[in-house]
Each structure stands twice: as structure tokens, then as C-alpha cells.
């Protein structure tokens, strides 16, 4: 949770609808929006936000945002007295179906492997205040692999440690030569 009103993210399965500079659309998950100063609805990677219809979503200024389970957004227009949200657009999302077969592409951006992509559903559940990040702490993945080295010299040193001891001990026991 991040409770930042322009961060959202799909709670199970399913992706939000963008277009990259490349100019096809694509899908992600990528959830960190923002308004650029033309009112385009971005992600952080500068995708623009698609609507169902597949459009930029444009987002007028606001005084504040609500983005529902469905992916719907209300603002408060800056110029409007406090009353009604208005609707100023939908997140376009999608579950794809099993047989649909996704890949990354070279640009980074998900497609289907062979096709178009399926046309939005609004079957994923979006949740506002919220991103979706990884489960590896990278901090905490070093550390560990830092204690794992060190727990592994410490047993080969006592390994060595061990055959010095043994070795020293069979020499003691041999019989004098000579």
C-alpha cells in the first residue's frame, strides 16, 4: 500500500491496457500513473494509459481522484464547486483468456504471440493506493547471500582445520624410521 491516489494495481490476474512510443498497443501491469501537463494518464515508464475504447485517457485537472474496482475514474474538477464526481475515463483491463499465449517483447512490452490482443473486459479487479512490486528484497537477498558466503569459508576452514589435526595426529603415531 502506498495510498498515493494515482498509484493503482490489478489484485489477481489480469493487465492494464497501454500504448508505447512504439505506437502498438500492449499490456502491463505497471501501475504508477501520473497526469502528464496535457492531461495524458501515464504510467512511470511514459506509456499512455488506454481507455476501452483503446484511446490516451485524458484526465482534466482535479482537486481530487477516485479510481474504482472496475477502473473507473472520478475527479473533482478544480473549477467545480464541491458536488457530483465526474467520470473522466475508465482504465481499460483485461483477464485473457487460457489459450491466449502472451510474450514479452525486445521493447519490454507483453503482446500476444500471435494475433491482436484481446479486447478489454474490465474483468480485473483494479485496487487505488496501492502498487504490485516484487516478492525479492534485493537488501535482504544480499545480506543472506553475503552469511551463506561466510557460513561456507567458515566450514571449509574447519574442514582444513580438521585434516591438519588428522594429519598431525597419524604422523604422531607412526613409528620412528631409521
Known amino acids: 500500500r502506498t495510498d498515493e491516489e494515482l498509484d493503482v494495481a490489478i489484485a489477481d490476474q489480469g493487465f492494464f491496457y497501454v ?9 502491463s501491469r505497471r501501475g504508477d500513473l501520473r497526469r ?3 492531461g495524458k494518464l501515464r504510467n512511470g515508464a511514459g506509456d499512455a494509459m488506454l481507455g476501452p475504447d483503446l484511446a490516451p485517457i485524458q484526465v482534466p485537472a482535479y482537486r481530487n481522484i477516485r479510481i474504482t474496482d472496475i477502473g473507473e475514474i ?18 481499460a ?8 499465449a502472451l510474450t514479452k517483447g525486445a521493447d519490454g512490452q507483453i503482446r500476444t504471440v ?7 473486459d474490465q474483468r480485473a479487479e483494479v485496487l487505488q493506493g ?3 512490486s516484487s516478492n525479492v528484497n534485493p537488501v535482504e537477498e544480499l545480506l543472506s547471500t553475503m552469511q551463506m558466503q561466510r557460513n561456507f569459508e567458515l566450514g571449509m576452514r574447519m574442514v582444513l582445520t580438521a585434516r591438519e589435526l588428522d594429519e598431525g595426529g597419524a604422523r604422531m603415531m ?5
Do not use: K
Not at 500471435?114 to 478489454?120: C, K, R
Not at 607412526?174 to 631409521?178: D, F, K, N, T
Open 174 to 178: 607412526q613409528a620412528p624410521e631409521g
Open 19 to 27: 500504448m508505447p512510443d512504439s505506437g502498438d498497443p500492449a499490456l
Open 36 to 38: 502528464d501537463t496535457d
Open 74 to 91: 472520478y475527479i473533482q474538477p478544480l473549477d467545480d464547486p464541491e458536488g457530483e464526481p465526474v467520470l473522466a475515463g475508465v482504465l
Open 130 to 132: 496501492t502498487l504490485e
Open 93 to 100: 483491463t483485461v483477464v485473457p483468456p487460457a489459450e491466449v
Open 114 to 120: 500471435e494475433g491482436p490482443l484481446p479486447p478489454p
